[in-house]
């Protein structure tokens, strides 16, 4: 294995542009937070050992935020040597002739990103024409042969965007089955109508924008001319909305994946306002988690009551296991976990360029635990020692445009006061509560107003929670259709049902609704006040409202 020259890689610490790494024989040590009186020597070992005394005279140690850069076996061997001498953990990485592949990539307990980038074309040198053929025709062949899963529910919504010239973009949680349903919709297409291109491949590590020509090329070359792409995690590809635009102008259809929400807004607000068809793609409905299970639907109007008791186990195997797909068809490894993190680390904290780690991965854990309760940005502050209501408001952003949670404000006429009230917390999935959040109990109740809320949002953005004038707080206001509903695990205890029914009644007279709803464990009717009560079982609404 020849080295690689040192001067083809470049460094970018946090928060800095990138800027060449100096040569430091065949080992490179760096931080990737350099400064005046730490940055490398010109000797490997000689740095190494000089940048361990430098952290214990700093009481910390500096090598949490070392990576070795390694370009031969025998110096991979004796980098190997030196790291294992460290009690932290670093990166080790190893380059051969063609491109830079981890061997070792273990983050440190701070989760700092690490860059590695070519310098410029750096994708297109790494590879040649035919690897790049390659490459494409094992994605097509392997997108092709997954795979199909169970059909979701807004294929159809995408299916009747196939003709309309405007780009769709299906943006929602990391590992919620987006590939699956660009799957589903590719094979209602055709085989022979699309290219399929999937930047989470690490083989696309460097893609730039201005590379797109090549991979087009690559792509008639392989497959003849076709007007349809199907592009995977393109928030991968700084700068993608430029290429998108223009092939769009040639006529060319793109279907569109996406993990980020504030990402792919900002890009496509930039480059493609008014030409494209959002989707959001959440964990499976109740129906979709159904017909996964493969359980059969009764007529919802003619139950019997084992029926009745059937729908309501497997709801309570719903609200336990959650809707994304992946960790249910494998619910013996600990795939939310792996989820959760990657998610924490990788889609916040390296993004972001968060030095809180632990403040966020606290918040985290905290709102996880406490889903539908009202959280303030100032209380927060304090119990966090963070510095700034500004730092928690920008943590609750990112864990709103990673998908793991949402925020809902009340409803008051006044846009200042729902800015600075108490906000209301809800998670994507319920699944991911159970498997990260704490409780002592179950908390069936907030796993069914969770439920409810993903069903709503899943049709609308304008929720709130009400307030009324009494003090009492009603689980959800929906503007659109003026209706209050609450949630609650069980109408039988005669305190809850009277709690339950004298916050209802109270916001439909200051709001000057005629009726509202209940959604609890079973169907019934009431009335208070002149006001008409319906309750109504989660289960059957779940299934008729979705």
Not at 352 to 365: G, P, R, S, T
Not at 374 to 401: A, D, H, M
Request: net charge negative; charged share 25%.
């Amino acid at each position: 294995m020849r080295a690689i020259p040192s001067t083809v890689f470049t460094h970018r610490g946090v928060g800095g542009p990138p800027s060449p790494l100096p040569p430091l024989g065949c080992l490179h040590f760096f931080l990737s937070r350099l400064r005046a009186d730490r940055g490398p020597g010109h000797g490997g070992e000689r740095w190494l050992r000089k940048g361990l005394a430098l952290s214990k005279e700093r009481g910390r140690s500096l090598m949490k935020r070392t990576a070795v850069l390694c370009m031969t076996e025998q110096y991979r061997d004796a980098a190997q040597h030196f790291t294992g001498k460290l009690d932290e953990e670093v990166a080790l990485f190893c380059g051969n002739d063609s491109y830079i592949h981890p061997i070792v990539f273990i983050d440190n307990e701070n989760y700092w990103v690490y860059y590695f980038i070519m310098n410029e074309n750096n994708w297109k040198s790494r590879w040649s024409k035919d690897q790049i053929k390659a490459m494409l025709l094992e994605q097509q062949q392997a997108f092709w042969q997954g795979e199909t899963g169970t059909e979701r529910e807004v294929l159809g919504e995408i299916e009747r965007a196939i003709p309309l010239p405007h780009a769709v973009v299906i943006s929602g949680l990391r590992r919620v089955g987006k590939s699956t349903l660009l799957a589903q919709l590719a094979h209602r297409l055709g085989e022979e109508r699309f290219y399929y291109v999937n930047f989470e491949d690490d083989r696309f590590l460097g893609f730039q924008a201005e590379d797109a020509n090549d991979l087009y090329q690559a792509l008639v070359e392989l497959f003849g001319e076709r007007k349809v792409f199907i592009i995977d995690e393109v928030q991968n590809v700084t700068g993608w909305e430029h290429f998108v635009r223009r092939f769009m102008d040639q006529g060319i259809k793109f279907f569109i994946t996406g993990s980020n929400a504030s990402l792919l807004s900002r890009e496509l607000g930039t480059r493609l306002t008014g030409r494209y068809i959002p989707i959001e793609l959440f964990p499976f409905s109740f129906a979709e988690f159904l017909s996964f299970k493969e359980y059969t639907v009764p007529d919802l109007a003619r139950q019997t009551t084992v029926e009745m008791a059937q729908l309501q186990q497997v709801l309570g195997e719903y609200l336990r296991l959650g809707g994304i797909p992946e960790p249910l068809k494998y619910p013996e490894l600990p795939l939310l976990r792996t989820l959760y993190d990657d998610i924490l680390y990788r889609d916040i904290a390296t993004r972001y360029h968060i030095e809180e780690v632990q403040a966020l991965k606290e918040l985290a854990f905290y709102l996880m635990s406490n889903p539908t309760s009202q959280v303030s940005f100032n209380k927060l502050k304090e119990q966090f020692r963070l510095g700034s209501v500004n730092t928690i408001k920008n943590y609750i952003e990112y864990l709103e445009n990673s998908w793991l949670i949402f925020t809902m404000n009340v409803y008051a006429y006044s846009v200042k006061r729902q800015q600075i009230a108490a906000k209301k917390v809800y998670s994507i999935d319920n699944g991911l509560v159970n498997a990260i959040g704490f409780s002592f109990s179950p908390n069936t109740g907030k796993l069914m107003e969770n439920a409810a809320y993903l069903a709503l949002r899943r049709k609308t953005h304008e929720i709130y929670y009400y307030t009324t004038p009494a003090g009492y707080e009603v689980d959800f206001y929906l503007p659109e259709s003026d209706q209050l509903i609450q949630v609650v695990q069980s109408m039988d205890n005669p305190a809850t049902r009277e709690r339950e029914i004298r916050a209802l009644v109270d916001g439909m007279d200051a709001l000057s609704l005629s009726s509202g709803l209940i959604l609890a464990d079973s169907n019934a009717e009431t009335t208070r006040d002149g006001f008409s009560i319906t309750i109504r079982s989660l289960a059957e609404w779940l299934l008729e409202s979705e």
